[in-house]
T-cell receptor
Framework: QKEVEQNSGPLSVPEGAIASLNCTYS??????FFWYRQYSGKSPELIMFIYSNGDKEDGRFTAQLNKASQYVSLLIRDSQPSDSATYLCAPDNTDKLIFGTGTRLQVFP | DAGVTQSPTHLIKTRGQQVTLRCSPK?????VSWYQQALGQGPQFIFQYYEEEERQRGNFPDRFSGHQFPNYSSELNVNALLLGDSALYLC?????????????FGPGTRLTVL
């Protein structure tokens, strides 16, 4: 079992829709969870982090965490073409971040 | 506020050569982590430096080594380059060990091994 699993996609959604990105992780000891966005040819940039079970909202982004199910998700409301990128999930693993392969999101006009 | 910087931006080497990549962390950060990202893959953890010591290491051979200087900047060295070492090498900094605080990435160094 991989440490972090994400559907590689692409996930295609129309402009204005909600994009739902999912991630499962294997380390039950993970306490912190980070979502990064990576545009093609660029480095990852942090968009959200969550430490507690439940939801955390920041603008159009909502991170959801369920530690019992070892599941973390990212919702993007009112998706825009500029949101088209790869989204990387990264739980901490004994003081280092382990990344999934990422989900490629395509938002079409 | 200067972010994470890396040099060089691009590098072309041949098999068997050695390469050194450099990284300066974001102002106020004291921890540097290095990742390798192959095309279509997520970043793979190489190692992490804190207080000038290697604190964590991923599943990479000893050909990969590093160093952290007193000013928190860091180098990644790769010896005996293989074609499979071609990748984007990312440096990320944090305040303290990663996990408790988020990583901030530099622009990366694109290494091509011919």
């Amino acid at each position: 079992q991989k440490e972090v699993e994400q559907n590689s996609g692409p996930l295609s959604v129309p402009e204005g829709a909600i994009a739902s990105l999912n991630c499962t992780y294997s380390d039950r000891g993970s306490q912190s969870f980070f979502w990064y966005r990576q545009y093609s040819g660029k480095s990852p940039e942090l968009i959200m982090f969550i430490y507690s079970n439940g939801d955390k909202e920041d603008g159009r982004f909502t991170a959801q965490l369920n530690k019992a199910s070892q599941y973390v998700s990212l919702l993007i409301r009112d998706s825009q073409p500029s949101d088209s990128a790869t989204y990387l999930c990264a739980p901490d693993n004994t003081d280092k971040l382990i990344f999934g392969t990422g989900t490629r999101l395509q938002v079409f006009p | 506020d200067a972010g994470v910087t890396q040099s060089p931006t691009h590098l072309i080497k041949t098999r068997g050569q050695q390469v050194t990549l450099r990284c300066s962390p974001k102002s106020g950060h004291d921890t540097v982590s290095w990742y390798q990202q192959a095309l279509g893959q997520g970043p793979q953890f190489i190692f992490q430096y804190y207080e000038e010591e290697e604190r964590q290491r991923g599943n990479f051979p000893d050909r990969f080594s590093g160093h952290q200087f007193p000013n928190y900047s860091s180098e990644l060295n790769v010896n005996a380059l293989l074609l499979g070492d071609s990748a984007l090498y990312l440096c990320a900094s944090s305040s303290g060990l990663a996990g408790a605080s988020p990583l901030f990435f530099g622009p990366g160094t694109r290494l091509t091994v011919l």
